[in-house]
T-cell receptor
Framework: AQSVTQLDSHVSVSEGTPVLLRCNYS??????LFWYVQHPNKGLQLLLK??????LVKGINGFEAEFKKSETSFHLTKPSAHMSDAAEYFC??????????FGKGTMLLVSP | DGGITQSPKYLFRKEGQNVTLSCEQN?????MYWYRQDPGQGLRLIYY???????QKGDIAEGYSVSREKKESFPLTVTSAQKNPTAFYLC?????????????FGPGTRLTVL
């Protein structure tokens, strides 16, 4: 079985401050992990993915995530938030099944 | 212009009517997926297809039907049996159905039942 828990439904930051979006997963096998971003009324866009290579994964728009097997975590970070980062973020796991399991999402709010 | 097309962007339906949502792709991807998104619920899988003329039920298939007659197309029909069909529907594709491959998403269709 596989599952994903996004620990915060909403995160608020000021422009220029660091971003941390937390994700924990449960998996019976070595997982592939993904972070997607969704702007209002749009489809999902891939930010980055982990597939058992380097544990620190760099993605688009300055985001990165670190796979920590001992903590079963895959938190998403960015050193400095931009207004354009305001969106909903989804952590996703695939443990070798045919399908993905999505977290419930974290809404990132960025204030000037 | 390559990608995934979903039409229409907004769709209104009266209760008791069936409605079909379109998903077309020109990426030559083998696998296609339909998800339903409700606020605070994440994405839930309705149906998926890994090969033409074959498809499987996802977690919430009741009240929905699909077909996969062509590699490029995977239409979703929302039937009158679906009790609460108002939602945002997303179609996705995957090059091959592998756990290492990400899925690519279309722009979505917002269905409202009046």
């Amino acid at each position: 079985a596989q599952s994903v828990t996004q620990l915060d439904s909403h995160v608020s930051v000021s422009e220029g401050t660091p971003v941390l979006l937390r994700c924990n997963y449960s998996s019976s096998y070595s997982p592939s992990l993904f972070w997607y971003v969704q702007h209002p009324n749009k489809g999902l866009q891939l930010l980055l993915k982990y597939t058992s290579a380097a544990t620190l994964v760099k993605g688009i728009n300055g985001f990165e995530a670190e796979f920590k097997k001992s903590e079963t975590s895959f938190h998403l970070t960015k050193p400095s938030a931009h207004m354009s980062d305001a969106a909903e973020y989804f952590c996703v796991v695939n443990s070798g099944y045919s399908t993905l399991t999505f977290g419930k999402g974290t809404m990132l709010l960025v204030s000037p | 212009d390559g990608g995934i097309t979903q039409s229409p962007k907004y769709l209104f339906r009266k209760e008791g009517q069936n409605v079909t949502l379109s998903c077309e792709q020109n990426l030559n991807h083998d696998a296609m997926y339909w998800y339903r998104q409700d606020p605070g619920q994440g994405l839930r899988l309705i149906y998926y297809s890994q090969i033409v003329n074959d498809f499987q039920k996802g977690d919430i298939a009741e009240g929905y039907s699909v077909s996969r007659e062509k590699k490029e197309s995977f239409p979703l029909t929302v039937t009158s049996a679906q009790k609460n069909p108002t939602a945002f529907y997303l179609c996705a594709t995957q090059p091959t159905p592998s756990s290492y491959n990400e899925q690519f998403f279309g722009p979505g269709t917002r269905l409202t039942v009046l």
